[in-house]
């Protein structure tokens, strides 16, 4: 996730329990470019393996260069390309969630990357929506592609592009993705607890499930799905107190990563009300809480909640982090009109990200 999972948030999740976890979306023409801040982006602790990059990308030629790239400076261990954002600024110039239903430059897309990676034996795997809207649905014929391309898994988060983060996901589509495809297909879209993803699994028959916004504020949902896999009942709860030690892991992480108390308390910010969702914790200390900037402040703060509040069970399966409303995909003049046309998209590259 864009803004989210830094090299310091996958590890305090990767501390928590089994799984793969994405670096930050990064755009194939700032890979190429060497822009310093995507190359920061790119970056993995030593521990991390396997290293999983997400790359965005709308031009065949520079994702083949972006790919060569990453594998012959070694740059990561799997390679994930993001279909999925529904961003208007991106899906207006066709890029992003737009760009399946032009099935010819899609296939092209990730036959380049695949191409480049394969000498390296990289896997490349694919993640997309379900389609534009409900009329312009692509997931099963992209997803066919994806695999006849040579992608090695393809996940789908269950809604279209209209939909944006809206609304629910379409579980059953995942079924039919599942029966269309040969490569693993990995579920995605309101997994918020475990108990979530047994029930997407045992419903949809996938391979795999991704997570998003359940982690928000909650990486020891990990944890519990490692239990939940393992087919052990425990899942975590924590108190106050323990919420808070995580917080502060999460912080001094931030920290370490940006090497800058104040940057790093400054990135950290953002996650204060995840982390606090459902608890008491008054108002005041909240603003504080969101205004923090060294890690002695945020000690003092965390020193005045009330470590022995249990956890708020009743946001247990709620939503979390954006929920913004559905509308209308802003598309090129045309674009719905012929799905054949391969011409790369101009001006598609993100500067925002999502997906
Ligand atoms: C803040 C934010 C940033 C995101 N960034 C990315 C991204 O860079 N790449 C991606 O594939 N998906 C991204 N997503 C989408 C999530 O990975 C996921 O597909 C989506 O939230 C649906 O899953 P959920 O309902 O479990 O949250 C982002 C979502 C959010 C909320």
């Given at each position: 996730?864009?803004?989210?999972?830094?090299?310091?948030?996958?590890?305090?999740?990767?501390?928590?329990?089994a799984?793969?976890?994405?670096?930050?979306?990064?755009?194939?023409?700032?890979?190429?470019?060497?822009?310093?801040?995507?190359?920061?982006?790119?970056?993995?602790?030593?521990?991390?393996?396997?290293?999983?990059?997400?790359?965005?990308?709308?031009?065949?030629?520079?994702?083949?260069?972006?790919?060569?790239?990453?594998?012959?400076?070694?740059?990561?261990?799997?390679?994930?390309?993001?279909?999925?954002?529904?961003?208007?600024?991106?899906?207006?110039?066709?890029?992003?969630?737009?760009?399946?239903?032009?099935?010819?430059?899609?296939?092209?897309?990730?036959?380049?990357?695949?191409?480049?990676?394969?000498?390296?034996?990289?896997?490349?795997?694919?993640?997309?929506?379900?389609?534009?809207?409900?009329?312009?649905?692509?997931?099963?014929?992209?997803?066919?592609?994806?695999?006849?391309?040579?992608?090695?898994?393809?996940?789908?988060?269950?809604?279209?592009?209209?939909?944006?983060?809206?609304?629910?996901?379409?579980?059953?589509?995942?079924?039919?993705?599942?029966?269309?495809?040969?490569?693993?297909?990995?579920?995605?879209?309101?997994?918020?607890?475990a108990?979530?993803a047994l029930?997407?699994v045992?419903?949809?028959?996938?391979?795999g499930v991704?997570?998003?916004?359940?982690?928000?504020?909650?990486?020891?949902?990990?944890?519990?799905l490692a239990a939940a896999f393992a087919g052990r009942?425990?899942?975590?709860?924590?108190?106050?107190?323990?919420?808070?030690?995580?917080?502060?892991?999460?912080?001094?992480?931030?920290?370490?990563?940006?090497?800058?108390?104040?940057?790093?308390?400054?990135?950290?910010?953002?996650?204060?009300?995840?982390?606090?969702?459902?608890?008491?914790?008054?108002?005041?200390?909240?603003?504080?809480?969101?205004?923090?900037?060294?890690?002695?402040?945020?000690?003092?703060?965390?020193?005045?909640?009330?470590?022995?509040?249990?956890?708020?069970?009743?946001?247990?399966?709620?939503?979390?982090?954006?929920?913004?409303?559905?509308?209308?995909?802003?598309?090129?003049?045309?674009?719905?009109?012929?799905?054949?046309?391969?011409?790369?998209?101009?001006?598609?590259?993100?500067?925002?990200?999502?997906?």
């Amino acid at each position: 996730m864009a803004g989210i999972t830094n090299v310091a948030f996958r590890r305090l999740c990767r501390e928590q329990g089994a799984g793969l976890y994405v670096c930050e979306m990064v755009t194939t023409r700032a890979l190429v470019e060497r822009n310093p801040k995507t190359l920061r982006m790119v970056a993995f602790d030593p521990a991390e393996r396997p290293r999983s990059l997400q790359i965005y990308g709308v031009d065949p030629d520079t994702v083949r260069a972006a790919v060569r790239m990453i594998v012959d400076e070694n740059l990561a261990d799997h390679v994930d390309m993001n279909f999925g954002c529904p961003v208007p600024k991106v899906t207006r110039k066709g890029g992003g969630a737009a760009l399946p239903w032009r099935r010819r430059l899609f296939a092209r897309i990730v036959a380049a990357a695949v191409e480049a990676a394969r000498p390296a034996g990289v896997p490349v795997t694919v993640k997309m929506r379900l389609g534009i809207d409900t009329d312009h649905l692509t997931y099963v014929e992209a997803g066919r592609i994806a695999q006849d391309a040579g992608a090695v898994a393809v996940a789908l988060h269950a809604r279209t592009a209209a939909q944006r983060y809206s609304g629910t996901a379409d579980w059953d589509a995942i079924s039919a993705l599942k029966q269309a495809l040969d490569v693993p297909v990995l579920g995605n879209g309101d997994i918020w607890e475990a108990s979530d993803a047994l029930r997407m699994v045992a419903e949809t028959g996938c391979d795999g499930v991704v997570i998003g916004r359940g982690c928000l504020g909650r990486p020891w949902l990990f944890a519990d799905l490692a239990a939940a896999f393992a087919g052990r009942p425990d899942r975590l709860l924590p108190p106050l107190r323990e919420v808070a030690r995580v917080m502060r892991r999460h912080a001094e992480l931030l920290v370490e990563w940006y090497g800058d108390e104040r940057d790093g308390c400054t990135d950290f910010r953002k996650h204060v009300a995840w982390y606090l969702k459902g608890f008491r914790a008054g108002s005041e200390l909240r603003r504080a809480l969101a205004m923090v900037s060294s890690l002695s402040e945020l000690d003092d703060l965390l020193g005045k909640l009330d470590g022995d509040e249990p956890y708020p069970i009743e946001t247990l399966g709620q939503p979390r982090g954006r929920t913004n409303s559905p509308g209308r995909v802003a598309l090129p003049e045309g674009w719905l009109a012929d799905r054949d046309a391969d011409a790369v998209p101009a001006g598609a590259e993100l500067d925002d990200s999502g997906g």
